[in-house]
């Protein structure tokens, strides 16, 4: 692409992720630019992150509206006029309609906290640590008319520890969400994924074919 890739990124909350794409963004790690960042929450931290960064904000409070249709209406119109290429679900709690989603078909991504498609939906890293798995990660992913059920773009994987709680996992999960969701921008940016059906490939990487983890360590 020879102008840079346009952003709309949407918050509910802290925006972690949002702030590290900012970050890689002025650091030259990602061409692209955050056109505009939307919340539904207007006390979401990741507003103030957005301005102290100079990114345009705008917030449409779902409980002012009739009904999905009309927010996700709104929320179109707001995109469009940043001019936006790229839809960034970070922390987005509000589920798009079909409106919004044929829309911006193809170009909505979300990220996971959890190796989907286990563990879809929220409280997920309870949900792991309740199923005993040995490891969880996170996930980013096109957004499609089911919860977290889109075609996958990037994952990481993160060891589960005796001991654990809900909360030192998400925190160590989260840390690899900021690696990999401005990674997964950056192919989307260079025009490097190919998306067949529910397979998607990443022009220009090469899968290490001996790579394993495993979970407790083998021994001997």
Do not use: W
């Not at 346009?6 to 990602?30: C, D, F, R, T, Y």
């Not at 996700?72 to 509000?94: H, Q, S, T, W, Y």
């Amino acid at each position: 692409m020879s102008d840079l890739l346009k952003l709309g990124v949407l918050i509910s909350g802290s925006g972690s992720n949002l702030q590290s794409i900012i970050n890689h963004i002025e650091k030259g790690a990602l061409s692209a630019r955050i056109s505009i960042v939307v919340s539904n929450a207007p006390e979401a931290y990741g507003l103030v992150r957005a301005e102290k960064a100079g990114i345009s904000c705008a917030v449409l409070d779902h409980r002012e509206f009739s009904g999905r249709e009309a927010f996700d209406r709104e929320l179109i119109r707001v995109l469009k006029n940043a001019g936006v290429d790229l839809v960034v679900l970070a922390g987005f709690m509000r589920i798009l309609g079909g409106e919004f989603l044929r829309t911006f078909d193809q170009r909505i991504i979300n990220i996971h906290p959890a190796l989907l498609p286990a563990f879809p939906g929220t409280h997920v890293q309870q949900k792991a640590l309740d199923y005993g798995v040995k490891f969880s990660g996170c996930t980013v992913h096109f957004v499609d008319e089911g919860v977290d059920t889109g075609p996958i773009i990037i994952q990481a994987v993160v060891p589960v520890l005796p001991g654990d709680t809900a909360d030192t996992l998400a925190s160590r999960i989260l840390k690899e969400e900021h690696k990999i969701y401005p990674q997964a921008i950056r192919y989307f940016a260079e025009g490097r994924i190919v998306k067949n059906g529910r397979h998607v490939e990443i022009r220009g990487v090469r899968g290490d074919k001996d790579a394993v983890l495993h979970n407790p360590p083998l021994e001997g």
